[in-house]
């Protein structure tokens, strides 16, 4: 149990254009979502915090017109780079934060690789 | 701010070689500390966490103790397997509720047979 999916699991765009990935949490709710980005080898930063049903909370540097999250329903939650550039081409990953038990454990997804061109 | 270190990799090992990763870390207040595994082609998943000083986390013959005189989380496994391949995150809550974590940069870890 405690699967979540992402798609694409990649991508490649062109400048310019907008480019949308998708959460999932296959097994459980998820009132809580967290989007990051891995740089090669770096450690994984937090974008942004989704919580079902209202505005994503983003990590002081990440700009929110940019990346767009949409938290729609409590298995899915989609992230949108709007007018991606090449320097948005990095590993998106995100986690689904289950509230089985006494422990709210997040689950992560396998990523996105995106490539901007 | 808060901030984890672990050791660069990559770190190859012979079959029932024994291993540590270090980690170490700052953080305001008393964090929760976790590892975390990635196989080749998954998502990250919770390997072992400990969440007070002292405190030893454990699963699938890995072990970590939470020193907190030394700030530190190593993880070690006393015989690895080539199933054990993978990249290790080291990672720290503040906020047990909240779980907004902190992660270091992982390590690769490739055990050949």
């Known amino acids: 149990g405690a699967v979540v999916s992402q798609h694409p699991s990649w991508v490649i765009c062109k400048s310019g254009t907008s480019v949308k990935i998708e959460c999932r949490s296959l097994d459980f709710q998820a009132t809580t979502m967290f989007w990051y980005r891995q740089f090669p080898k770096q450690s994984l930063m937090l974008m942004a915090t989704?919580?079902?049903?209202?505005?994503?909370?983003?990590e002081q540097g990440v700009e929110k017109d940019k990346f767009l999250i949409n938290h729609a329903s409590l298995t899915l939650s989609t992230l949108t780079v709007t007018s991606a550039h090449p320097e948005d081409s990095s590993f998106y990953i995100c986690?689904?934060?289950?509230?089985?038990?006494?422990?709210?454990?997040?689950?992560f997804g396998p990523g996105t690789r995106l490539t901007v061109l | 701010g808060d901030s984890v270190t672990q050791m660069e990799g990559p770190v190859t090992l012979s079959e029932e070689a024994f291993l540590t990763i270090n980690c170490t870390y700052t953080?305001?207040?008393?964090?929760?500390l976790f590892w975390y595994v990635q196989y080749p082609g998954e998502g990250l998943q919770l390997l072992l966490k400990a969440t007070k000083a002292d405190d030893k986390g454990s699963n699938k013959g890995f072990e970590a103790t939470y020193r907190k005189e030394t700030t530190s989380f190593h993880l070690e496994k006393g015989s690895v397997q080539v199933s054990d391949s993978a990249v290790y995150f080291c990672a720290l809550s503040v906020n047990f509720g909240n779980e907004k974590l902190t992660f270091g940069t992982g390590t690769r870890l490739t055990i050949i047979p």
């Open positions: 989704s919580n079902e049903g209202s505005k994503a909370t983003y």
């Open positions: 953080a305001t207040g008393y964090p929760s």
């Open positions: 986690s689904a934060q289950s509230d089985r038990g006494s422990y709210n454990e997040q689950f």
